[in-house]
């Protein structure tokens, strides 16, 4: 298979000259076509045969054909051409946010409702923009927008906590609820109090993960004279439930999560004292400030205008 010919073997201008000599056959009237004379074609077409080593056209005072090595290059130098032309649409595409890659960053509850049709539409709007999802606890995210790794990310926080130093777009607000093995006793009530589950093993994100939002859980028990019993850690809401279903305690998750519909799992909200309120969780689209990539531009206001 032949090479593609790039720049090393000849310029630009040179290529478009060999094309266009190749479809017309006749130095003049390629010359006519090119704006340039048939003295200047001539050499050009010389020059660019001693480049390469190898006669491109067989040529007498009657007739001018491609040579074997002319006919070989031809299809090759063509499609060199044509990508050559898209190159500027390219480039307007890409400052205009229209292509290009962006990589987001996504926590595991943003996959149970928010984030299919938010990509859904995305995708259809923008189909040259390649979008790059990986799956990521708050705090990763954090270091890989510090990093340049990612471009952007859906994460949690406390509200009121959001992360210092970076642009955010708020999505959503959401109280947590309580997650318990079906065979639990206190599955068969509609609504829990606070005070019926104080004493209950828990199964609780690490503080590293949602510090606020972790304080916050641990501030319920302690404003009510208890220090929880924390049974189990795990990072991602899934691992969280799953080991609910296995009798390890009870979790606070997120209202969002009781889409993820576990045998041996029931979720029920919390039922409050007067003046206290369930903890809340907010989900932010986070990026850096200043962040220069179109393509985010063109997410960002997706997501507004959803």
């Known amino acids: 298979m032949t090479d593609t010919p790039n720049l090393q073997r000849g310029e630009w201008r040179q ?5 266009v000599l190749a479809e017309e056959l006749h130095f ?6 090119l704006h340039m004379t048939q003295p200047a074609l001539t050499q050009a077409i010389a020059a ?4 390469l080593g190898v006669r491109l056209f067989d040529r007498n005072r009657r007739r001018v054909a491609l040579s074997v090595a002319g006919q070989a290059l031809l299809p090759e130098v063509n499609e060199l051409l044509r990508r050559a032309q898209t190159l500027p649409a390219l480039a307007r595409a890409a400052a205009h946010g229209e292509s290009g890659r962006l990589r987001v960053a996504f926590v595991s509850t943003v996959g149970y409702g928010l984030l299919p049709p938010w990509v859904r539409r995305f995708r259809e709007r923008w189909q040259r923009v390649a979008l790059e999802l990986v799956e990521a606890t708050s705090d990763q995210q954090l270091e890989g927008l510090l990093r340049g790794e990612i ?3 859906f994460l949690l926080h406390a509200p009121g906590s959001a992360p210092a130093g970076l642009a955010r777009l708020s999505l959503t607000s959401e109280p947590l609820v309580l997650a318990l093995p079906e065979a639990h006793p206190l599955a068969s ?4 109090s606070l005070r019926a589950v104080l004493d209950e093993p828990l199964v609780l994100f690490p503080r590293r993960i949602l510090p606020e939002l972790h304080d916050a859980v641990l ?3 302690r404003g009510a004279g208890r220090t929880p019993q924390v049974a189990q850690e795990a990072i991602q809401m899934q691992t969280i439930v799953n080991l609910v279903s296995a009798g390890l305690g009870l979790a606070w998750v997120l209202h969002s999560v ?3 519909q576990r045998p041996g799992v029931v979720y029920r909200p919390l039922a409050m004292p007067a003046g206290q309120g369930v903890p809340l969780c907010e989900t932010s689209l986070v990026w850096r400030e200043g962040e220069a990539n179109p393509a ?4 960002i206001e997706a997501h507004r205008a959803q």
């Open 15 to 19: 290529w478009r000259q060999f094309a």
């Open 28 to 33: 003049g009237r390629a010359a006519a076509r």
């Open 48 to 51: 660019l045969e001693a480049s």
């Open 151 to 153: 471009d952007a990310g």
């Open 189 to 192: 009530r509609a609504r829990l």
């Open 219 to 221: 501030q319920l028990y």
């Open 258 to 260: 009781r889409q993820f």
């Open 296 to 299: 985010l531009q063109r997410f």
